[in-house]
């Protein structure tokens, strides 16, 4: 079978790899609906998870499954189902400490590319499917179904880890899809205020939309400052971090008040180690929490998130700004996910 995949680091091309094999509790899938995700460009680009060659990208999927294991009850050959960016093992002790995500190690359930290949190909392997993935709704875009195996889900965790309560005042740094579905998310879980930090006009539109009051330009200066000066001093309750480089955590911590939550979804690539403003973090002792996570999967998650769509709580469809027809599109799509230039929040692939 085909499948676009890295080839060393820093590039990425087409290769042809043997079928998957389908385990007792798995299932196979063609792709129905493909996104490239920033991650992947941390991947290739940025040397994110080490040198891959030949391993097929790609984590976010709608499927058509095509083969299913014997252990497997919920789905059957033909149906269209939401697979989950990150893959659990639900056997294994982190799920059952509730942190699924980080099943068999660190970042361990982040199955598609950093342990298999991805789901950029003419098919891929799901573990443990009836776990994994969800029924796709009757009648709900692909377009819009894909949005929630990876951009939904993680950015609405941001919201979640932030603690948001009614009323308070939050930030979300960076307006990607990944800080956009964060501010969705904030908005319903009650904030007031929500600024919203990035700068291309496309995205601003989005977020505004998805209801950020404030607009901050990091170029403009200061970040935190901007942030901390239309507060009147005060700063912000929560922050979600879904954008900058290595130093935004000190932005983050600079913004945030004593007693507040920093809610990081970032993949951070480059340097071991991260700087943090020790006194803007009371050396240690202001009680500004940071709390870290990866895209929560599993298949309640992801029929939870649907029906955010369905019953039209939130609308993915203005993030989807490029759709492309035909697998052998992925290649352009994860380009323009690359470059990241004009209009461009996420591309996407309909098989
Ligand atoms: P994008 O690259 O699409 O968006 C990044 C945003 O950050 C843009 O709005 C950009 O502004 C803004 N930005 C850039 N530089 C700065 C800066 N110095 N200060 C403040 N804002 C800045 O990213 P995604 O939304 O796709 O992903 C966000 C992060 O989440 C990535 O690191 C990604 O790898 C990670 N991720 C993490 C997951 C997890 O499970 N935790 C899952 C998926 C993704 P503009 O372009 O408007 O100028
Ligand atoms: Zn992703």
């Known amino acids: 079978m085909k499948g676009y995949a890295m080839i060393k680091l820093g590039e990425a091309g087409w290769v042809n790899k043997i079928m998957p094999k389908c ?37 976010e999927a709608l499927g058509i499954v095509d083969e299913v294991g014997s252990e497997v009850k919920l789905f059957k050959p033909g149906d269209r189902v939401i697979v989950g960016a990150i893959t659990p093992n639900w ?14 190690g660190i970042m361990g359930a982040y199955e598609f590319t950093a342990k298999k290949d991805g789901t950029f190909a003419e098919y891929f392997h799901v573990n443990q499917a009836d776990n994994n993935m969800a029924m796709l709704p009757d009648g709900m875009d692909p377009v819009a179904g894909v949005m929630i195996t990876d951009m939904m889900t993680t950015g609405f965790m941001g919201a979640e880890n932030a603690g948001i309560q009614l009323g308070a005042d939050v930030a979300v740094i960076g307006i990607g899809p990944v800080g956009l579905c964060a501010i969705g998310g904030a908005k319903m879980r009650g904030a007031s205020r929500i600024f919203a930090v990035g700068s291309r006009p496309t995205p601003v539109k989005v977020a505004k939309m ?16 901007q942030i901390i000066d239309a507060t009147d001093g005060a700063g912000v309750d929560a922050v979600v971090v879904a954008g900058g480089g290595p130093d935004i955590l ?11 939550k920093i809610s990081n979804c970032n993949f951070f690539s480059g340097a071991d180690t991260l700087p943090l403003p020790r006194l803007d973090w009371g050396s240690g002792m202001a009680n500004k929490d940071i709390i870290t996570g990866l895209c929560p999967g599993g298949r309640v998650r992801l029929e939870r998130l649907a029906k955010l769509i369905t019953y039209g709580r939130f609308d993915p469809m203005p993030m989807a700004t490029h759709v ?28």
């Open 91 to 104: 056997d294994n002790e982190a799920a059952q400490r509730g942190f699924s995500s980080q099943t068999g």
């Open 210 to 225: 998805y209801g950020a009051t404030d607009i901050i330009d990091y170029h403009n200066g200061d970040t935190a400052q």
């Open 324 to 351: 492309f027809h035909g697998l052998d599109h992925i290649e352009e799509a994860l380009l323009m996910m690359k470059k990241k230039a004009g209009d461009v929040i996420k591309p996407v692939v309909i098989c």
């Open 250 to 260: 000190m932005d983050a911590i600079k913004m945030a008040k004593a007693g507040s």
């Open 23 to 59: 385990g007792p509790r798995d299932c196979i899938c063609r792709p129905l609906a493909l996104a490239p995700c920033t991650s992947d460009v941390h991947v290739v680009w940025e040397n994110a998870i080490g040198e891959l060659p030949g391993r097929i990208l790609g984590h």
